[in-house]
């Protein structure tokens, strides 16, 4: 079970309290009434699905409530980071790998 | 001799004693006894069956990798558990303990003529039986197989037992206290952090628990554990639990832990659980699994009397406890010695020390020849005799014919040492390959985890002691001596267990799979470690070989002229050891298995008489029967008095959001297709929910009670959802608005009257309110009271009929609706059901989203094109609705079908095509989405998708069923009071 920090909590909850909401920074066209059937296809339909770093939205839904996004490796399942709605899309943390004996690093 | 029992050895106390009875027969114990210790100490061995051939088998461990004593062990009829392992499970006064997969006795088991068999059980056998013949596998095959193969048998009771669970953080968790396990704590916790110290057994020490020859600061390993133990539990910020396994290591440092609480108690107390399951969150975790020592693989290397080493070991120097009177020893590893010499000395004859090393330790082999020992060098056992209990060992110099006869009661074997990995593989960490000692280490680590001790690979005691000490973080120092490392051994077949022979060594004993299945496996194609699993089944019983994996692993990459890392090891998975299905559902069974959902008012529908149906989690009242009717004829009943007089309907399960905020009409307009700036406070308005790809996604009535507030409806299994869909547009979307959403769908008490007499019946309850058709019309909402209470009054329908939704606090629902009920009774009103409701609106053409909707269907396709702005130039759904797909001629529209039989309902689900007569595959043009008997119209109705359906009207389309096809003609979909005026009346 995965341990998530709401940026809005400033806690590290149990995964139990969140719901994942998809692939983050995909913001809704401003005029969507006027854009091609392909630029509705890129933005409602397709998503990059990726295989290590996603940028991804979760929502404390048993918690505050609110949406946040996250930094996550789909790999590992690490939370790099997580920040509020509405900040642009945040640079990957510097992440040292954790060494063989590993007494430093893993999850925070 | 039937007394195996050791006088003045091992440390449990004679006076104190248990009896059990194992396959009928008394037994006595010593209270501390394994189920397995207590077998030996009377001299029993034979505890089971093999899983394939029925082979007798004996313990061959005293632990946890038990591959073979599994037993069936019970209090009384109900409390009874199969499969457990006789290594683990203690005694307790009045066990009751059975053997199974055999018939019709242990010693005489029919079905071990499989063993006879076994060229035809071969591995991969199952999945032979799949391709030939085909017939034969439902009638002949699986039939046979079932019954032989399998271990215990499921109890059929109810488990009287109950199950806890706990919640805990720490700062480190240790898993396993032997020497380095508690090394790690004690110093851990004497830097204050938390400390959660996990053991398997009931006694901490692990390895100390056999290894009486090790000393840690100056006192014998197990005194030093004990001192250590004491030291940790009088700490307040320490938490021993033994009895307990670390079964689960998930993601995040998040650990499962099972607490066997009462399993050893005679008489436990019923208020406590029997088990517990704990689920830990560590901030750090250190894992001091150890190592489980390995098997030698060698002809009939499972006949009963032959076992671990270690095992003898500790079943003599803990319960004390001779597992024979004239043993034998087989070793590729120096630990091995260590049992003859212990058993020597405790007066127990050792036979011989065959070790298949060439030149083992001097000084190990003169310690075992000045006490007497034969000591066997280069040499190996070849084959054992024996048949229910080993009676003769074979041995042979390495690469010599000549052989010699050995008579033994018990045969100890050692191949060596594999530390226990199964945690940190659980964690996702990446093992490395350790070629010089042939084994598989911890190497890049996922979570902040450290292994220390064995299971690290470091097996000097000094080293070990201070590695676990520096990873505890404090300055413990702590010193000791061992006799023997733990480095060394061999894995794969040993010498005679034949290249080619038709031999039976095994390497995993619980699936019966040999050395000679694993070499046909990769003869027959299977060059992966992951397929040669899979084929043999080697390493996928329940002790998820624990022993078998790494014998296998080297015996594939021998056939293979590969390198054991090349070959690859399986994933260890969680859990280490079975868990109870008990212990993980724990309080969430029988009613708290699925909470249900219940209105305020469902004890008053009890008390009507309703039967429920579940929709949801909720318990909706289905029908109210009177005495005598079936659920047909209560229906009709309320269908009829509904549209003639009055019904009454429980409808608090709709979704209701209270959405508030100067911006509150802006963002409805965003959400909903129509348009919301345009409604009056007051007044009321169907709303259709679309997502952005323009299908229905929810609907309900909104009521506009003032500028800023809306009292929204949803669905009833919508309403979750559509909060959050709510939510997501407003916090990321349109994050400018101010607006609040607030779920109030448990806050109000909602009772639907509907019907001719509606206003007649409420309007004495209700204060403040002009009921009548001017002041206050269809699609009205006001706050107003009633009874006294503060209330929502809707005027609403969703029958056709004049129709009032009274919302109340839900604390007043039961009192209102009391009220209510006592006038509709005594005016000739009805109460009604979900299902009445279903056919009423049915009769009206309105639609339930998600029965006649299914996620493709578009406003227009369901003939509510309508309630789609066309004035509006932003909502969510607006673009979707563009797409070429969904504006093309020829979509499935929604339509009623009336049957060319009136009496003919139609099935949900039925599909349809104009032509019944082509050829299949047939075009379907859709289905049937709802159907009901009507008993107002006195014909059946129904709702379908059919494509281009609105043109289709009068055009007789039909539904090929099963024995006969029905014909039905295309109308629109209201089939009562087309004009519509009974609801303004």
Redesign the interface.
Known sequence: ???IHCPYCGDDR?ELEF?W?GEAHI???E???E?S?ED?AE???LRDNTKGIAWE?W?H?HGC???FNAIRDTV??KFLLTYE??LPRQPVPGTE???????E???A | MSNYRIKGAGRLTPARTARFTFDGKIYTALEGDTVASALLANGVHLMGRSFKYHRPRGVLSAGPEEPNALLDVARDAARRQPNVRASVQEVFDGAIIRSQNRWPTLGFDIGSLNNLLSPFFAAGFYYKTFMWPREAWAKLYEPIIRRAAGLGVAPTETDPDHYANRFAHCDVLVAGAGAAGLTAALSAAKTGAEVILVDERADVGGALLFDTSTMIDGKPGYDWAQGVLAELTAMANVRVLTRTTVFGY?????LGLVERVTDHLPNPNRSLPRERLW?V?AK?VMLATGAIERHMVFANNDRPGIMLASAARLYLNHYGVAVGSRIGVYTAHDSAYEAAIDLKKAGVEIAAIVDCRAKPGEALVSAARNLGIEVLTGYSVIDTAGRLRISSMTVARNGSTNHRKIPVDALLMSGGWTPSVHLFSQS??KLKFDAENQRFL??????????VGACNGTDELGALLAEAAE?GGGSLSVSGEAAFGWTGGMIGAAEGAGKETTVKAFVDFQHDVTAKDIRLAVREGMHSIEHIKRFTTNGMASDQGKLSNMHGLAIAAEMLGKEIPQVGLTTFRAPYTPVTYGTLIAHSRGDLFDPARKTPLHAELVKAGAEFEDVGNWKRAWYFPRRGEDMHAAVNRECRTAREVAGIFDASTLGKIEVVGPDAAKFLNLLYTNAWDTLKPGKCRYGIMTR??GFVYDDGVVGRLAEDRFHVTTTTGGAPRVL?HM??YL???F?DLKVWLTSTTEQWAVIAVQGPKAREIIAPLVEGLDLSNEAFPHMSVAECTVMGVPARLFRVSFTGEVGFEVNVPADYGAAVWKAIWERGQALGACLYGTETMHVLRAEKGYIIVGQDTDGTVTPDDAGYGWAVSKKK??FVG???L???DLMREGRKQLVGLLTADPTEVLEEGGQIVANPNQAKPMTMLGHVTSAYWSENLGRSIAIALVAGGRARMGETVYIPMKDKTIAATVTDMVFFDKEGGRIHG
Do not use: W
């Open positions: 079970m995965l341990l149990s719901r909401a913001a809704r066209p005029v969507i009434s854009i059937d509705f933005y409602f339909f939205r929502r839904i409530g609110r949406f590992s399942d709605a509405g790998p954790v060494s063989a004996g590993g007494a690093g893993g999850a | 998930y993601n995040h440092n998040f689920q969150r750090k996702r960490g911890p190497n890049i680590y996922a979570e902040n985890c450290v292994s990873a952005e790809d959050h939510e997501d916090q990321t979307e994050p130039t932003d607006i673009r979707g563009k797409r070429p």
